[in-house]
């Protein structure tokens, strides 16, 4: 059997020593609704756990600013019930309320839900004499690249990792030009979510740009006019209760008929959560209609590269891309 240890720390100083004296091995923890199901897959094996959901003041959701703020220890159900963002950003709104269940919701926080790992079933089986994941033991290969690939990605795959990112949320966020705010053992930064999530290339272990310790303290996202005319649209295998095959977040500020600028993010589809200015530069200046939002769709997966099983990917994702164009610019499909 092997120990483990676990402290409840108060506030975001005691979390960050609490961390660095425990070492090697250390983990935080706020729903644990990813963190324990890979330690059950064994994929995971932290020896300890540093529970930061109860830290002083991290549920704080603050829609008054200039700016909307998320403290990473809000629950997503409560995010995703706030009225404001409701109404002007419906696509925060629903990319949380799609995702999960009304149950994992309750408990899962939204910086969990930035940092939550891939579902590639090559990933999750830690067992021993897994297959090989560069993910979860680096050099080891990839099973999936020539495997069974259907729910891999299409875009920003590379030689060692096709692993599909998992998150709405943080497709949604991505379009919103949201920056996520950290505190680690060197004090406080923010960085643009464009930066937060790193291609796998070599090294798909690395997933995000956090250095041990650092605890993501709260999202930040700027107001803007375009929350108004915004939505999520997911397609999945099953109705409700299931990750995403395709995503779209669009957000849109129009001047009369006309795009004046689109928010383009997709999901389900890529190895990080893909802003897609291809997509943004075929709408700039036009009105929305059929026409328009699949080409916009069809320039998004311009780039898209598929393995003998998950093609289907390229049509479906950029119709759902469109449909979401559509839904954003108020137009009947
Ligand atoms: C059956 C099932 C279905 C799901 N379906 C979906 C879905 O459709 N869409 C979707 O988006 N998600 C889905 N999820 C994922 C779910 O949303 C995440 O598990 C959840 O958001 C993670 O949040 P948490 O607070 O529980 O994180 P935890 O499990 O506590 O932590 C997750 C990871 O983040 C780290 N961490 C957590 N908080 C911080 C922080 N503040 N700073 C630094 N590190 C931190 C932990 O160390 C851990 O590595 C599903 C999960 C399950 C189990």
């Not at 995503?247 to 600028?261: C, F, K, Y």
């Amino acid at each position: 059997m092997r120990s483990l240890s676990y402290v409840r720390p108060s506030n975001i100083g005691e979390a960050i020593e609490a961390f660095a004296v425990a070492g090697e091995g250390a983990r935080y923890i706020a729903g644990g609704t990813t963190l324990y199901d890979l330690m059950k897959l064994g994929v995971e094996r932290p020896a300890h756990l540093i529970d930061i959901a109860s830290l002083e003041g991290s549920d704080r959701i603050d829609t008054s600013g200039e700016v909307l703020f998320f403290g990473a220890g809000a629950l997503m159900a409560d995010v995703a019930e706030n009225e404001v963002v409701r109404r002007d950003y419906p696509v925060l709104a629903e990319s949380l309320s799609k995702a999960a269940s009304q149950q994992l919701r309750n408990m899962a926080t939204v910086g969990g839900n930035l940092l939550q790992r891939t579902r590639c079933p090559y990933f999750r089986n830690g067992a021993i004499g897994a297959y090989p994941c560069n993910k979860r033991a680096p050099g080891s290969g990839c099973a999936a690249i020539g495997g069974l690939d259907r729910g891999q990605a299409v875009l920003g795959i590379s030689d060692a990792c096709t692993a599909v990112s998992p998150g709405d949320w943080p497709v949604a966020l991505t379009a919103m030009d949201a920056w996520i705010e950290l505190h680690g053992p060197d004090g406080a930064r923010s960085i643009p979510i464009a930066e937060f999530y790193l291609l796998p290339g070599e090294t798909p272990h690395r997933e995000f740009s956090i250095v041990a310790g650092e605890i993501v303290t709260g999202i930040s996202v700027p107001k803007t006019e375009a929350g108004r005319r915004s939505t999520y649209l997911k397609v999945r295998d099953r109705e409700s209760y299931a990750f995403a095959l395709a995503s779209a977040a669009v957000a849109l500020a129009m001047e009369g008929d006309r795009v004046r600028q689109a928010h383009i993010a997709i999901g389900g589809v890529a190895t990080r959560p893909w802003r897609s200015h291809e997509a943004e530069a075929v709408l700039s200046g036009r009105a929305i209609d059929r026409q328009s939002a699949l080409a916009a769709g069809r320039a998004a997966f311009a780039n898209a590269q598929a393995g003998a099983h998950n093609a289907f990917k390229i049509e479906v994702g950029a119709r759902t891309l469109a449909d979401a164009i559509m839904t954003a610019g108020g137009k009947t499909q």
